[in-house]
T-cell receptor, first 117, second 114 residues
Framework: GDSVTQMEGPVTLSEEAFLTINCTYT??????LFWYVQYPGEGLQLLLK?????DKGSNKGFEATYRKETTSFHLEKGSVQVSDSAVYFC????????????????FGQGTILTVHP | DADVTQTPRNRITKTGKRIMLECSQT?????MYWYRQDPGLGLRLIYY???????NKGEISDGYSVSRQAQAKFSLSLESAIPNQTALYFC?????????????FGPGTRLLVL
């Protein structure tokens, strides 16, 4: 079945450091890929997404490129801020799945990011 | 106002008690989902509903039941709560249609079973 593997956390960085959180996936077909962010005490929010190979999703300075050849969707940001401290989830969805599988998301285990001033 | 709301936000209960967690949405979406979040395990799907008459089990449905009272309301029940159901529970919604997999989450309900 479909699965998502994220880089183990927690990740601790200083403000203005470069961030990479690795995400790889296993899926049949051509999934859409997502990054969700969970700020302390809140629910998950969509950060960015990509729906086909070589697409780049971007939002709030974060970027991720859908790499079909390496089945990866790594999250990057050039200069993190304290306000980026959160849990980040990679997820995949299969728009082409049939029946009751269609529309469901499979999540990775989450990566905790802490940014210090 | 939030598009997806959950009540209660926090709940403490005892082993063996029946409890209900409620979710309401104003997004007009047909699809609704219940997840639980445990440290290091990400989100795991409990139940999902693609419309009022369509309810499906997720990967960890044992010990849980759901009710879709209306398009906007989806409730999760623990018939007889046990300590390993202590977790953070999230409701989510999504649209129907090709490529519409983006899900929108409520703020969560933190449940402690003693």
């Amino acid at each position: 079945g479909d699965s998502v593997t994220q880089m183990e956390g927690p990740v601790t960085l200083s403000e203005e450091a470069f961030l990479t959180i690795n995400c790889t996936y296993t899926a049949t077909g051509y999934p859409s890929l997502f990054w969700y962010v969970q700020y302390p005490g809140e629910g998950l929010q969509l950060l960015l997404k990509a729906t086909k190979a070589d697409d780049k999703g971007s939002n709030k300075g974060f970027e991720a490129t859908y790499r079909k050849e390496t089945t990866s969707f790594h999250l990057e940001k050039g200069s993190v801020q304290v306000s980026d401290s959160a849990v980040y989830f990679c997820a995949l969805g299969d728009p082409n799945a049939g029946g009751t599988s269609y529309g469901k998301l499979t999540f990775g285990q989450g990566t905790i990011l802490t940014v210090h001033p | 106002d939030a598009d997806v709301t959950q009540t209660p936000r926090n709940r403490i209960t005892k082993t063996g008690k029946r409890i209900m967690l409620e979710c309401s949405q104003t997004k007009g979406h047909d699809r609704m989902y219940w997840y639980r979040q445990d440290p290091g395990l990400g989100l795991r799907l409990i139940y999902y509903s693609f419309d009022v008459k369509d309810i499906n089990k997720g990967e960890i449905s044992d010990g849980y039941s759901v009710s879709r009272q209306a398009q906007a309301k989806f409730s999760l029940s623990l018939e007889s709560a046990i300590p390993n159901q202590t977790a953070l529970y999230f409701c989510a919604t999504s649209e129907t249609g090709q490529g519409q997999e983006t899900q929108y989450f409520g703020p969560g309900t933190r449940l402690l079973v003693l």
